[in-house]
């Protein structure tokens, strides 16, 4: 998995490309870091770009979702595609995550 971060005032978006699975683990170090942007209100993970995502790239979702609840800041994740939005679904994340078409 590659990413690209944007920072937008009170938003920082990461838009990710390729596959989320376990081998990505230590990039979501990074990840978990841009979170302690200064006066960031949201965090938007943009997944029009993903290919793939495995049961340890839907973790790392969590985890983040996690991190991010504990700084105050809303997450939301925007646009995963077909296959990835069908494990989103099938592990019920919807219930969790905010998700955006």
Known sequence: MDFKTTNTGDATEVGMTGRLEFTDHDRLRDIVELLETPGMRRFIIEMSGLEFIDSAGLGMLLILQE???????????????????????????????????
Do not use: Q
């Open 67 to 101: 991190e991010a609840e504990t700084r105050n800041i809303k997450m939301i994740v925007r646009c995963p595609p077909g296959d990835v939005r069908r494990s989103i679904d099938l592990a019920r994340l919807g219930e969790i995550l905010t998700l955006e078409a």
